[in-house]
């Protein structure tokens, strides 16, 4: 099963494994990045992205990002090479 809202996950959490979470009301709390293809989580969007571009360069969320930021950048009409592929000291 896959929650896309947080509320949604702690309330499963709390009404099916009897799990309580240590947040106030309408406390805040840090972002995660979670993998669509793994797993892994991160609370830093550098190191997500990392990882995606890492282990999954033929990833939709890699996809969606280049999208995303062709289209906010318009001046750049293609991605430049090393962006699309980790560098070989990377690994």
């Known amino acids: 099963k896959a929650f896309t809202q947080r509320c949604s996950l702690e309330s499963h959490l709390r009404k099916i494994h009897g799990v309580r979470q240590q947040y106030a009301y309408r406390q ?3 972002k995660i990045f979670v ?3 793994c797993g892994f989580t991160s609370s830093r969007p550098d ?3 990392l990882h995606v571009r890492q ?6 969320a890699l996809r ?3 999208r995303k930021h062709m ?3 318009p001046s750049q009409h293609s991605i430049a090479p090393f962006m699309l592929y980790p560098a070989a000291g990377l690994y």
């Open 28 to 30: 805040r709390r840090s």
């Open 35 to 37: 993998c669509e293809d």
């Open 47 to 49: 190191e997500y992205f």
């Open 55 to 60: 282990q999954h360069p033929s990833s939709p």
């Open 64 to 66: 969606r990002y280049y």
């Open 71 to 73: 289209l906010e950048s």
